[in-house]
């Protein structure tokens, strides 16, 4: 047992460190510091920096132009990309899509797709939630039926995160209707999102952004060397990729970095003729956020250290549904720490008009951007498998109940 | 970062777990709280036997050379089954006081009788008036020739009454709340002037007041510095902090065993409770409340020889919050999960809700430790 990070650690720490101070473009990290989330093109040109470093494809194999990071690095490297604050790789790419190629694909999908993932030369999207298919996936109905040397696909697919800025999607679709349980008839798709027949619809959130879509799928041809491992066996690709998704899972260093920007923010603001800062409550209300974000640290770390030591072979933790569960929990109550600090300024909605109006007022952009995460989050405890279905995973998986 | 146990950490856990399991069940517990003592004076020779009072101290003074570590993990085996034997304050509050502030005849003098399991200690520094406060001392010592008189009053002392030696706090100079001019002594608790008064603790184990008037104590008695005995007062409440966060991870991992063997067993509406949903959400959340609870178990128990003063002083109230917190969760929710048979006493689960509740304000509660963190901020 040696609960502190190596020296080797802690140099690594330094240089991503470095590295991302040097690099990061200062449009980008200044956007982010005031609480807004990267635009598209912050995130393709952060990660294509990342990439030419050798540092996008996290977990892959070297020879896939994986960094040969341990699980504890790879948490180091994501925290400190959260800090600061620098765009999230793409996960559909990187934790989802790579991952799942390099274990079930062919090597004409791997040499095909894998290096414009890592470059995000393709931006993935993910299409397997539907109208009637949410937490319980399985029941899915988008129809995939074999023609020739094509699969022709029917379907709606819904909640699909950034399917509007996608080129391809990774998609979960029914090849045989009539399996005697659900989960055998089930398929793993490549489409290529300008195929004939695919339409995309926005779907607004409750912070006005457009991240969300509907996907219709009507007569849609995916040719057959698209599918991902065996025909009916897409819900293992399903399974593994879903279990791949939690490592990075609960965002700590987002976290981190909201609360400090919520503590900057109480300095300029008034409470009772006062800084907001020296107000006890407050700061006992940062206080316990900390113990709360320090054990999350530590559990993190206990599961991305078990991950090392059994070199990734076991079954994925089931300590990893403790950390969704807290780190979305940590993730919500960080942005409801900055709301509650902007105070009235939260409310505006920072968007063409108000900064007209406004001579440059970072106060107003942060609250209101504080509040467009706010209110955006709230979908933490929902995407990912809800946090009542982690619930039931530690039900089963830990409690054998 | 390596949080596995090594081998020898392994068969440590083992060998205690297994004297334990056929010394310590529920019922032969309830036979050692009705012994004079409180506890089973044959238990502690085991612990003598098996080395775990000499745990954490060097060999050259008969111990095993462990560490924080060790201690973490035996304190653990304990939680799982309420020891009542004074090992905490002989072992870990005393012991680190000789440990760290002691002389090399002191040390000799005392630590080699612990870890044999001659000598049981206390640590005598709380005061009626104090609360949380570490420098609310008022009790005092004066020179008297080449010695010191020592007279005022210690309250919740644990295991006063079983104590051959005290570890007692007072006040050589300056004013009550000062930070200086605090100085530990070791007091014999038969000398002349010493007056203890037991009673029972919350927590099944026994506790005395103690009271000294006059009482005379040599040069050779005073442990470390002369009007320095505040920074070795901090280091031997952190030792406690991290033995007794170990303590409550094992009583929680306890609790929660209990509760999960109860929701398979208790049928109601025609079904095993724990095959209804809200109960095993709950279940979830008490094993996470476990997990994140033993997580800062183990910062507390990093932390222990950290030598940057800032740093672990800021990460013991994180622990002390976390597990406090995690321990009372757990608790609380262990009693309701049971129902009516968990308010019993004749039940286990109350006696870990009661110890736990017992470690949550020892030495100062989580609201007295966010109000430190909060004290940070700035």
Redesign the interface.
């Known amino acids: ?6 020296p080797e ?1 802690l140099a690594f720490r330094e240089e991503v460190r470095t590295f991302i101070r040097e690099n990061l473009p200062a449009d980008t990290r200044d956007r982010m510091k005031l609480g807004h989330p990267p635009r598209k093109e912050d995130t393709i040109r952060w990660q294509r920096i990342l990439n030419a470093k050798g540092w996008a494809a996290l977990s892959w194999p070297k020879e896939w132009g994986g960094p040969g990071w341990t699980a ?1 690095q790879k948490m180091i490297f994501l925290e400190e990309n959260l800090m600061a604050p620098a765009p999230e790789l793409l996960s559909f790419n990187i934790t989802m899509l790579g991952p799942v190629l390099i274990q079930f694909g062919t090597e004409v999908q791997k040499k095909r797709f894998l290096p414009r993932a890592a470059n995000l030369d393709d931006w993935w999207c993910q299409g397997f939630s539907e109208p009637g298919a949410g937490s319980d996936l399985a029941s899915l109905k988008t129809a995939a039926k074999l023609d020739g040397d094509h699969y022709v696909v029917n379907g709606q697919k819904i909640w699909t995160s950034t399917a509007h800025n996608a080129d391809w999607c990774f998609l979960l679709v029914r090849t045989d209707p009539n399996a005697r349980k659900r989960q055998e008839g089930i398929s793993f798709l490549l489409v290529d999102m300008k195929t004939p027949g695919i339409t995309v619809r926005p779907i607004i959130s409750i912070d006005g952004s457009h991240h969300l879509n509907e996907v219709f799928f009507d007569d849609v041809k995916v040719p057959v060397e698209m599918r991902v491992h065996t025909e009916n066996k897409g819900w293992d690709v399903a399974k593994f990729l879903l279990g791949n998704e939690r490592t990075g899972i609960a965002r700590l260093g987002k976290s981190r970095e909201r609360v400090n920007a919520a ?1 900057e923010m109480a300095r300029e603001v008034n409470f009772g003729g006062k800084p907001l ?1 020296q107000d ?1 409550t407050f ?2 209300r ?3 956020m ?3 974000m ?6 993190q ?2 599961v991305v ?2 991950f090392d ?1 059994s070199k990734g072979a076991g079954k994925p933790d089931p ?1 990893s549904s ?1 950390l969704k ?2 780190g979305t929990e940590l993730l919500q109550a960080t942005t409801e720490l900055t709301v509650d600090v902007a105070g009235p300024l939260a409310t505006p909605i920072w968007a063409q008009e108000l900064e007209a109006l406004n001579e440059p007022d970072d106060m107003m952009e942060a609250g209101s951007a504080g509040t467009a995460s706010y209110l955006m989050l709230r979908a933490a405890s929902i995407y990912g498998g809800t946090n ?1 279905i ?3 995973i ?2 089963k998986a ?2 054998g ?1 | ?6 081998d020898d ?1 392994r068969l440590l856990v083992e060998s205690v777990t297994r004297m334990l399991s056929d010394n310590y069940s529920f019922a032969q517990r309830k036979g050692y709280m009705a012994l004079p003592e409180g506890y089973s004076p044959a238990v502690w020779s085991q612990f003598a036997e098996l080395g775990l009072l000499g745990l954490p101290f060097a060999e050259e003074y008969g111990g095993f050379g462990g560490s924080a ?1 060790e201690v973490m993990l035996v304190m653990q085996a304990f939680g799982r089954v309420l020891v009542l034997e004074p090992y905490f304050p002989t072992v870990v509050l005393a012991g680190t006081a000789v440990n760290t502030a002691g002389s090399a005849a002191q040390k000799q003098a005392i630590l080699p009788a612990i870890a044999e399991g001659s000598l049981k200690m206390a640590f005598a520094h709380s005061e009626r008036q104090a609360r949380y406060d570490l420098t609310d001392v008022v009790t005092t010592a004066k020179r008297n020739g080449s010695g010191w008189v020592l007279d005022g009053s210690k309250t919740v002392v644990s295991h006063g009454e079983a104590a051959d030696k005290i570890v007692v706090s007072a006040r050589t100079s300056g004013d009550r709340y000062d930070a200086d001019g605090i100085t530990l002594f070791l007091v014999d608790a038969t000398a002349s002037g010493v007056a203890r008064r037991g009673y029972l603790s919350r927590d099944d184990t026994r506790a005395a007041d103690i009271s000294l008037s006059n009482v005379a104590v040599t040069e050779a008695d005073v442990l470390g510095e002369v009007g320095k005995g505040l920074p070795i007062i901090q280091r031997v409440i952190e030792a406690g902090i991290a033995a007794t966060a170990g303590e409550t991870v094992g009583a929680m991992e306890a609790m929660n065993e209990m509760t ?1 063997e109860y ?2 067993t208790r049928v109601q509406f025609g079904n095993p409770i ?2 209804y ?1 809200v109960v ?2 709950r ?3 008490m ?2 409340a476990q ?3 033993r ?2 178990a ?2 507390a ?2 932390s222990v020889d950290n030598a940057d003063d800032a740093e672990r002083r800021h ?1 013991f109230a ?2 002390k ?2 597990v406090g ?1 995690a321990g009372r969760y757990v608790s609380q929710s262990a009693v309701q999960m049971h129902g009516g048979i968990g308010m019993t006493e004749e039940y286990a689960v109350g006696h870990y809700f009661r110890r736990c509740m017992v470690i949550e304000r020892l030495f100062g509660d989580p609201a007295y430790y ?2 430190r ?6």
């Open positions: 047992m040696d609960l502190r990070f190596t650690e504890i503590v800062i006890q700061r006992q940062v206080a316990q900390q113990v709360d320090k054990a999350l640290e530590i559990t770390y206990r250290s078990a030591k300590l403790v569960v807290k009542e982690q619930k039931n530690l039900t830990v409690l109940l | 970062m390596d949080f596995e146990p090594s950490q570590q999960l929701s398979k724990g095959s949903q095993q959400h279940l979830a959340d094993f996470m997990e994140q609870g997580s800062m183990m910062l128990t990093m990460d994180l622990a919050v976390g917190q966010l109000q963190l909060a004290n940070e901020i700035r």
